[in-house]
């Protein structure tokens, strides 16, 4: 769409029933804070520009809504003295003359670019004023959508509202499109004198159409538009986004075997034939290729998992572990900032950190990189087709070649050739008979403790 839009956020409110130490729109939905997730809806539909009207936290607001490609701009509203009042404080910015202006709320984190991209549309053909609405089963607390011949004539507030009028259920979910080149002229003609003594941005409706203007209104799903006031509805807020991101997975053709059981981060991305076994959280920046297995009860951040590549039951992948084709990292392994090759095979009980793991190289039990000293993080190569026997200690900085053998249970300090075998522990030394020497030396000491000697 080319014409041009304002987005004004409203996230001024004091957030008192999140019961918090800041903003409510700061607060994660799929590891992302909400204010993200309603500016990148925003933004889907080609707006540009945005303003974030702020009160506590302006700064992290500002930061956390900022996305690339949209220039964000914060304007503080000082005094909560309603949402048209809200609407106004972005008034530089309307005034800098815009096609279109959204209006969308900071805590609604379900929301997608469908109703604001219909919403523009309606403004493209004409109308002054976009009502995004809603139906719902309990429309209380929420404006109702007053309709006369087919036409929306008014939103009343809850507190306003007749008996008659509260048993509408087709609701104001508060976002909205208006002409940019009206909007300052309509927003300046809201005034306070109604039940809560508020500047309400739905008086907007009336206004216009008084002004012999067009107000229409476009629907979205009780779901999507769906706020959030305290941490208990946080909570049902992420398990509407999950059910949602889990669903697309799915028929996008990921294999989920208990999809309730996974977890997924706003920008977890899984290829088509992945498996997701039971019980596994993916923490933001995760790619999963095709093909690829995650067993259960592992926790991958920040990490890509290549095509068939498995990781699992029990695995860990922190930020920057990156695993190639067919490698696998079994049960109860971490692997940081890493990569792991081609078949690589890291399978049981290990630690690999700020390590290059070569094709093919099989990483024993309990091996460990040692790769802080206390101040510093050093690198550890392990090379193409190496074998690195079981309960080995690799302490970084060091490399170990192509195709060499490590023996069980060595500390290794020093690079190792390609080919070369390194033994870093004490020799076995084996006495005959001495187990038994020393087994009757402790019964006769047992014996004579009990003599009373
Ligand atoms: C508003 C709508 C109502 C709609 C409902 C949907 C009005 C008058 N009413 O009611 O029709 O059904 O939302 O949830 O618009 N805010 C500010 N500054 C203010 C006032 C509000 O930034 O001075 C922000 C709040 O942080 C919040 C949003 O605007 O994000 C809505 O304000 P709220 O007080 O929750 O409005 P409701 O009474 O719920
Ligand atoms: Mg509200």
């Known amino acids: 769409m080319s014409r041009s839009c304002l987005a004004v956020i409203l996230a001024a409110g004091d957030s008192t029933r999140m019961k918090s130490s800041m903003s409510?729109?700061?607060?994660?939905?799929?590891?992302?804070?909400?204010?993200?997730?309603?500016?990148?809806a925003v933004a889907s539909t080609g707006v540009s520009d945005a303003a974030l009207v702020v009160g506590r936290?302006?700064?992290a607001v500002v930061k956390a809504g900022s996305l690339d490609g949209v220039s964000v701009e914060a304007f503080q509203q000082t005094e909560r003295l309603g949402t048209g009042h809200a609407v106004l404080a972005a008034k530089d910015a309307i005034a800098r003359g815009?096609?279109?202006?959204l209006v969308a709320?900071?805590?609604v984190p379900l929301v997608t670019p469908?109703?604001?991209?219909?919403?523009?549309?309606?403004?493209?053909?004409?109308?002054?004023?976009?009502?995004?609405?809603f139906h719902t089963d309990n429309p209380n607390g929420y404006g109702r959508l007053l309709v006369e011949d087919g036409e929306l004539i008014a939103i009343r507030e809850e507190k306003d509202a007749t008996d008659e009028e509260r048993r509408i259920t087709w609701c104001n979910s508060g976002l909205m499109a208006i002409d940019g080149r009206k909007a300052l002229s309509l927003l300046e003609r809201i005034r306070n004198d109604n039940a809560k003594g508020e500047y309400y941005l739905t008086d907007i409706v009336e206004i216009a159409r008084a002004?012999?203007?067009?107000?229409?209104?476009?629907?979205?799903?009780?779901?999507?538009?769906?706020?959030?006031?305290?941490?208990?509805?946080?909570?049902?807020?992420?398990?509407?986004?999950?059910?949602?991101?889990?669903?697309?997975?799915?028929?996008?053709?990921?294999?989920?075997?208990?999809?309730?059981?996974?977890?997924l981060s706003y920008d977890t991305e899984i290829a088509q034939d992945a498996v997701i076994e039971p019980n596994v959280f993916f923490g933001p920046h995760v790619t999963v290729e095709s093909g690829a297995v995650i067993h259960s009860f592992s926790h991958i951040e920040g990490a890509h998992i290549g095509a068939d590549a498995e990781i699992g039951p029990f695995a860990r992948l922190r930020p920057g572990a990156k695993l190639l084709v067919h490698a696998k990292v079994g049960n109860f392994c971490e692997v940081k900032n890493s990569e792991i090759g081609e078949g690589a095979k890291v399978n049981h009980l290990t630690y690999i950190g700020d390590s290059f793991v070569g094709p093919r190289a099989n990483i024993g039990a309990g091996t460990i990189t040692c790769n802080y000293d206390g101040?510093?993080?050093h690198v550890t190569r392990i090379g193409a087709n190496s074998f690195i026997g079981s309960n080995s200690s690799l302490v970084a900085p060091v490399s170990i070649g192509d195709g060499a053998y490590i023996a069980s249970g060595s500390v290794i300090t020093e690079d190792v050739p390609a080919d070369a075998l390194a033994l870093g522990r004490a020799r076995q030394e084996v006495k005959p008979e001495r187990a038994k020497v020393i087994r009757e030396r402790a019964l006769a000491f047992k014996a004579a403790k009990k003599a009373g000697k």
């Not at 815009?98 to 202006?101: A, L, P, S, W």
């Not at 807020?237 to 059910?243: M, N």
């Open 375 to 377: 101040v510093n993080k």
């Open 114 to 133: 469908a109703p604001f991209a219909a919403a523009r549309e309606k403004l493209a053909q004409g109308a002054d004023v976009v009502v995004i609405g």
């Open 57 to 59: 936290d302006a700064e």
């Open 24 to 40: 409510k729109v700061l607060h994660k939905v799929a590891g992302r804070p909400m204010i993200a997730h309603v500016m990148a």
């Open 105 to 107: 709320y900071g805590d």
């Open 98 to 101: 815009y096609d279109d202006i």
């Open 211 to 263: 002004a012999g203007g067009r107000v229409m209104v476009v629907d979205a799903p009780e779901t999507e538009v769906a706020g959030c006031n305290n941490r208990a509805e946080l909570a049902v807020l992420e398990r509407h986004w999950q059910e949602r991101r889990r669903q697309e997975l799915m028929l996008s053709g990921v294999t989920m075997i208990a999809p309730e059981t996974v977890f």
